[in-house]
């Protein structure tokens, strides 16, 4: 079975036909999914800041104990107002006197796929620099919520 020509005449980021993509290929990295950032921010007390890009902003969650870089860690994410989408790119200092004083670095970023959005539940395929692999929120209480990553 050849299935050049069918690709060749397709863009699937753009029509819903199916790709037909070997097994074990992700279309993952292609730019039009929707962006994350993390950043590192050295404010009061350190911790990392997950954003997503959805709806038109940045959902966003500070990480006080990092990121958890192998399965069964279960790190708090205390969620955040929304952020604007350029917030994205920031990186520098919050002066001395302003809401969250210190400096912001960017730890990772990259694309996500969603298998599940929901209020209480976020399941992600995350491609970053850094973090690769699927990963999830799972709301515990009010703006709390526990970020893991999938074994
Ligand atoms: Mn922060």
Do not use: C
Request: glycine share 8%.
């Amino acid at each position: 079975m050849d299935l050049k020509e069918y690709e060749r005449k397709r863009d699937f980021l753009r029509t819903p036909e199916p790709r037909g993509a070997k097994s074990g290929e992700a279309a993952v990295t292609h730019a039009s999914y929707p962006r994350f950032v993390i950043q590192e921010h050295h404010a009061t007390s350190l911790h990392w800041d997950l954003r997503l890009e959805r709806d038109g902003v940045l959902k966003s969650w500070a990480i006080p104990k990092g990121i958890p870089l192998r399965p069964k860690l279960k790190r708090l994410a205390v969620q955040v107002e929304d952020h604007p989408l350029d917030y994205i790119n920031f990186e520098g200092t919050i002066p001395e006197g302003n809401y969250g004083a210190g400096q912001v670095f960017i730890w990772d970023r990259g694309h996500y796929a969603a298998a599940e959005y929901t209020e209480k539940k976020i399941e992600l395929a995350m491609l970053g620099q850094r973090i690769k692999g699927g990963y999830k929120l799972v709301r515990t209480d009010g703006n709390s919520w526990l970020f893991f990553m999938l074994e």
